[in-house]
């Protein structure tokens, strides 16, 4: 979840409507950069702790609320981990979770 994006690329992108990087891999949404406080502020029904990220549901997210490409939030947003926040609209992880939901 790294990359620079152009401005128009940013504006163009609106994650509500969206959802697609919360639902790409179980691996993405990892709480690796995080200290135990930092975890310990995300409920502990979304949390995998033996494997160190958030819970999934497939690929899928367990704080992921909505449907993917119509509209959908984070449940724990104002606690997310890292990587989440990292992940700016039109970088390339975005692109790449955007087009296995055929969102362009
Ligand atoms: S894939 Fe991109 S547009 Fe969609 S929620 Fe993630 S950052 Fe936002
Ligand atoms: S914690 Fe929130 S922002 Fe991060 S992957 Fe899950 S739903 Fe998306």
């Given at each position: 979840m790294t990359g620079a994006a152009p401005p128009d690329e940013v504006t163009r992108y609106d994650?509500?409507?969206c959802g697609a990087c919360c639902s790409y891999s179980?691996?993405?949404?990892r709480l690796t950069l995080e200290d135990d406080a930092a975890i310990a502020r995300i409920s502990a029904e979304f949390r995998d702790d033996d494997s160190g990220r958030m819970r999934c549901e497939g690929d899928r997210c367990a704080a992921l609320v909505g449907t993917v490409g119509v509209s959908t939030s984070c449940a724990i947003y104002a606690v997310r981990p890292e990587v989440c926040r990292a992940c700016l609209p039109g970088d390339d992880a975005c692109r790449i979770a955007r087009e296995r939901f055929g969102l362009g």
């Open positions: 994650c509500q409507s179980r691996d993405w949404p």
